[in-house]
């Protein structure tokens, strides 16, 4: 089975066996079907643990498990993220205990990777400075915000030994989520960069129809006074040669 699979089984694994818990205990009640889960810990989509399932399930499409999910989960339960990568390892025993939880004040290498992920903070903070428009500074902000969360979670989340048997995917995992963060902040400043650019041609467009509205009236007041012209000259054409009848008719009475 692939990493990625290992993770999904994992996370069935755990949220199944919560929910059994839940039910069983009568405790947590607000946490006792798929659904909850979903809303509670994957709000972008509800219905995400029974998309994680196959499709031999109703609903289930095989979907892999969210990085947010997992990090959301393994906070809430102070979950050791080694269960994850570990199908061996059942759910009862995927539980941290206090003493297990990483105290980076008496490791080096575990402060060095903190650093590493703090370097990659202060640069997205100072990327972020750059930035216009009211939208993606507030993703920014959030997004900030959670990073810290992870940060802060990646502490109490993995056992001393994990934590640094696992640098470098922390480090992988960290920076993928800053990619995805800056990959949606990109999309939302060309998402209001197109915005703009359409309201100045909707804008445009307004002119141009208002112009066009002031061009067809002065045509028809120009044709309503060329109408008016034509009748003045076929009237005074007409008088002309009502005037020169009249002479011809003097002058053959001479």
């Given amino acids: 089975m692939s990493a990625l699979g290992i993770i999904d089984k994992q996370v069935l694994k755990l949220v199944d066996y919560l929910i059994e818990s839940h039910n069983k205990t009568q405790k947590n009640l607000d946490l006792v079907n798929e659904t909850a889960f979903g809303i509670k810990f994957y709000p972008h989509n509800r219905n995400i643990i029974t998309h994680m399932r ?114 470098k995917e922390i480090i992988e995992v960290f920076d993928r989520m800053i990619f995805l963060s800056r990959r949606k902040i990109d999309i939302i400043t060309t998402n209001s960069n197109l915005e703009q650019d359409v309201n100045k041609l909707t804008a445009e467009k307004e002119r141009y129809e208002r112009g066009k509205v002031r061009l067809e009236e002065s045509i028809q007041k120009l044709n309503t006074d060329l109408a008016e012209c034509n009748k003045m000259a076929f009237d005074a054409q007409k008088g002309q040669t009502e005037a020169l009848k009249e002479l011809l008719t003097i002058k053959s009475k001479e």
């Fill in 54 to 167: 196959g499709k031999e399930v109703k609903g289930g499409k095989g979907k892999s498990a969210p990085h947010l999910l997992i990090f959301n989960l393994g906070k809430a339960f102070n979950i050791d993220f080694n269960f994850f990568y570990d199908e061996t390892i059942d759910a009862k025993d995927a539980f941290l205990s206090k003493q297990k939880t990483v105290n980076t004040s008496n490791n080096d290498d575990i402060n060095e990777v903190f650093g590493e992920i703090e370097q990659r903070l202060e640069l997205f903070r100072s990327e972020n400075k750059e930035l216009k428009g009211k939208q993606a500074k507030k993703f920014c902000d959030e997004t900030e915000n959670e990073l810290l969360n992870i940060k802060t979670h990646f502490n109490k989340a993995f056992s001393k030994e994990t934590f640094t048997e696992k640098r």
